[in-house]
């Protein structure tokens, strides 16, 4: 079982990005699935999630700028990123978040986005 990210790349502040996560090994669509950030600086923080049904959530510092979604017959989630800010700069990841199922998932390989100012 393995999870791949996507998508990343550089841009310009106010570009956009559209991440994927491909899931292999396991059943995808029972999972609460989340993206998250990690920078040098900080943990690894969530940035949104999506439940099985597709039922989004987002913190506060990406409301109205990320989409999340997910497509359960390819296995797969999206992270939409509009109006891209510097501090949106990190390595994107995604998995199934422990507090609802615990996937069967180890962390992927991430996918790096950087944003210009």
């Known amino acids: 079982a393995r999870l791949e990210e996507s998508g990343g790349g550089l841009v310009e502040a106010g570009g956009s990005l559209t991440l994927s996560c491909v899931a292999y090994?396991?059943?995808?669509?029972?999972?609460?699935m989340n993206w998250y950030r990690q920078t040098p600086t900080k943990h690894r923080e969530l940035v949104a999630g999506?439940?099985?049904?597709?039922?989004?959530n987002y913190v506060d510092s990406v409301k109205g700028r990320f989409t999340i979604s997910r497509d359960n017959d390819k296995n797969t989630v999206y992270l939409q990123m509009n109006s891209l800010k510097p501090e949106d700069t990190g390595v994107y990841y995604c998995?199934?978040?422990?507090?609802?199922?615990?996937?069967?998932w180890g962390w992927g390989q991430g996918t790096q986005v950087t944003v210009s100012s």
């Open positions: 998995n199934a978040d422990p507090k609802w199922t615990p996937g069967p």
């Open positions: 999506i439940t099985g049904g597709g039922v989004p």
């Open positions: 090994g396991s059943i995808f669509s029972i999972y609460h």
